[in-house]
Protein backbone atom coordinates (compact mmCIF):
# COMPACT_ATOMS: atom_id res chain seq x y z
CA UNK A 1 0.00 0.00 0.00
CA UNK A 2 1.25 3.69 -0.50
CA UNK A 3 1.46 6.25 2.23
CA UNK A 4 -0.05 9.46 1.68
CA UNK A 5 1.08 12.04 3.96
CA UNK A 6 -0.45 15.19 3.77
CA UNK A 7 1.24 18.58 4.31
CA UNK A 8 -1.11 21.17 6.02
CA UNK A 9 1.48 23.64 5.42
CA UNK A 10 0.43 24.18 1.60
CA UNK A 11 -2.19 26.55 0.84
CA UNK A 12 -2.76 30.57 1.22
CA UNK A 13 -2.20 32.12 4.78
CA UNK A 14 -4.62 34.82 5.73
CA UNK A 15 -2.17 37.50 5.20
CA UNK A 16 -2.05 36.28 1.04
CA UNK A 17 -5.47 36.37 0.88
CA UNK A 18 -5.69 39.48 2.24
CA UNK A 19 -3.42 41.18 -0.29
CA UNK A 20 -4.98 38.95 -3.51
CA UNK A 21 -8.61 40.73 -2.06
CA UNK A 22 -7.11 44.04 -2.42
CA UNK A 23 -5.49 43.68 -5.15
CA UNK A 24 -8.60 42.79 -6.77
CA UNK A 25 -10.77 45.33 -5.39
CA UNK A 26 -8.05 48.28 -6.77
CA UNK A 27 -8.83 46.67 -10.02
CA UNK A 28 -12.71 46.40 -9.67
CA UNK A 29 -12.55 50.11 -8.47
CA UNK A 30 -10.51 50.88 -11.75
CA UNK A 31 -12.91 49.44 -14.23
CA UNK A 32 -15.86 50.90 -12.66
CA UNK A 33 -13.53 54.38 -12.74
CA UNK A 34 -13.11 53.39 -16.17
CA UNK A 35 -17.15 52.85 -16.88
CA UNK A 36 -18.33 55.96 -15.30
CA UNK A 37 -15.55 58.19 -17.00
CA UNK A 38 -17.01 56.43 -20.05
CA UNK A 39 -20.64 57.09 -19.35
CA UNK A 40 -20.01 60.46 -19.02
CA UNK A 41 -18.46 61.00 -21.95
CA UNK A 42 -20.71 59.51 -23.92
CA UNK A 43 -23.83 61.40 -22.71
CA UNK A 44 -21.23 65.16 -23.07
CA UNK A 45 -20.72 63.57 -26.68
CA UNK A 46 -24.60 62.83 -27.09
CA UNK A 47 -25.81 66.36 -25.80
CA UNK A 48 -22.83 67.91 -28.20
CA UNK A 49 -24.25 66.08 -31.12
CA UNK A 50 -28.09 66.95 -30.45
CA UNK A 51 -26.95 70.99 -29.80
CA UNK A 52 -24.80 70.49 -33.07
CA UNK A 53 -27.43 68.82 -35.41
CA UNK A 54 -30.36 71.07 -34.00
CA UNK A 55 -28.18 74.25 -35.27
CA UNK A 56 -27.17 72.54 -38.59
CA UNK A 57 -30.73 72.06 -39.28
CA UNK A 58 -31.86 75.81 -38.07
CA UNK A 59 -29.05 76.92 -40.54
CA UNK A 60 -29.79 74.56 -43.08
CA UNK A 61 -33.28 76.01 -43.11
CA UNK A 62 -31.85 79.41 -44.03
CA UNK A 63 -30.36 78.88 -46.61
CA UNK A 64 -33.01 76.76 -48.20
CA UNK A 65 -34.87 79.70 -48.30
CA UNK A 66 -35.34 81.94 -51.52
CA UNK A 67 -32.71 84.85 -51.72
CA UNK A 68 -35.38 87.16 -53.04
CA UNK A 69 -37.10 86.17 -49.19
CA UNK A 70 -37.53 89.54 -47.22
CA UNK A 71 -35.82 87.61 -43.94
CA UNK A 72 -32.62 88.75 -46.00
CA UNK A 73 -33.36 92.67 -46.18
CA UNK A 74 -32.96 93.83 -42.91
CA UNK A 75 -30.48 92.79 -39.99
CA UNK A 76 -31.82 91.04 -37.51
CA UNK A 77 -30.13 90.49 -33.52
CA UNK A 78 -30.81 87.90 -31.52
CA UNK A 79 -34.15 86.67 -32.57
CA UNK A 80 -35.94 83.39 -31.44
CA UNK A 81 -36.49 80.62 -33.79
CA UNK A 82 -39.32 78.22 -33.23
CA UNK A 83 -37.58 74.90 -32.79
CA UNK A 84 -41.03 73.11 -31.85
CA UNK A 85 -43.16 74.25 -34.64
CA UNK A 86 -45.96 72.08 -33.90
CA UNK A 87 -46.38 74.18 -30.34
CA UNK A 88 -46.72 77.53 -28.80
CA UNK A 89 -43.56 76.52 -27.34
CA UNK A 90 -40.42 77.62 -28.98
CA UNK A 91 -37.68 75.00 -27.38
CA UNK A 92 -37.39 71.21 -27.86
CA UNK A 93 -37.05 68.77 -25.52
CA UNK A 94 -34.92 66.06 -26.24
CA UNK A 95 -34.11 63.39 -23.28
CA UNK A 96 -34.84 65.62 -20.65
CA UNK A 97 -32.53 68.44 -21.73
CA UNK A 98 -34.36 71.77 -23.15
CA UNK A 99 -32.95 73.52 -26.13
CA UNK A 100 -33.45 76.67 -27.48
CA UNK A 101 -32.39 78.68 -30.31
CA UNK A 102 -31.78 82.31 -31.60
CA UNK A 103 -30.58 83.78 -34.94
CA UNK A 104 -28.87 86.83 -36.17
CA UNK A 105 -29.05 88.07 -39.81
CA UNK A 106 -26.59 90.70 -41.22
CA UNK A 107 -27.02 92.52 -44.28
CA UNK A 108 -24.76 93.21 -46.99
CA UNK A 109 -21.32 91.30 -44.87
CA UNK A 110 -19.05 90.17 -45.96
CA UNK A 111 -19.94 92.18 -48.92
CA UNK A 112 -23.15 94.03 -50.44
CA UNK A 113 -25.10 91.57 -51.90
CA UNK A 114 -24.09 88.59 -49.32
CA UNK A 115 -25.63 87.71 -45.41
CA UNK A 116 -23.83 86.54 -42.79
CA UNK A 117 -26.26 84.26 -40.83
CA UNK A 118 -25.60 82.94 -37.25
CA UNK A 119 -27.14 80.35 -35.51
CA UNK A 120 -27.31 79.69 -31.36
CA UNK A 121 -28.50 76.65 -30.16
CA UNK A 122 -28.36 76.75 -26.12
CA UNK A 123 -29.36 73.54 -23.51
CA UNK A 124 -28.09 71.67 -20.64
CA UNK A 125 -25.83 75.01 -19.94
CA UNK A 126 -24.09 74.25 -23.12
CA UNK A 127 -24.19 76.62 -26.31
CA UNK A 128 -23.45 76.09 -29.53
CA UNK A 129 -22.84 78.36 -32.79
CA UNK A 130 -22.62 78.23 -36.38
CA UNK A 131 -22.29 80.61 -38.58
CA UNK A 132 -22.57 80.91 -42.35
CA UNK A 133 -22.61 83.12 -45.27
CA UNK A 134 -25.52 83.37 -47.83
CA UNK A 135 -26.04 85.29 -51.33
CA UNK A 136 -28.53 87.79 -51.04
CA UNK A 137 -29.35 88.86 -54.59
Known sequence: MENHEYNLDKGYTLIELVIAIA????????????????IGSNRFAYRLTVESSLAYSVLDEFLAK??????FDTNATNAVYDLDTGSTATTRTVQGVTYSAIYSIVTNTPITGAVTISVTVTGGGRTATLSTVKRAI
Not at 23 to 38: E, N, P, R
Not at 66 to 71: A, E, F, Q, Y
Request: charged share 10%; net charge negative; no cysteine.
Open 23 to 38: ILAVGLISTATLVSTG
Open 66 to 71: DTSDTL
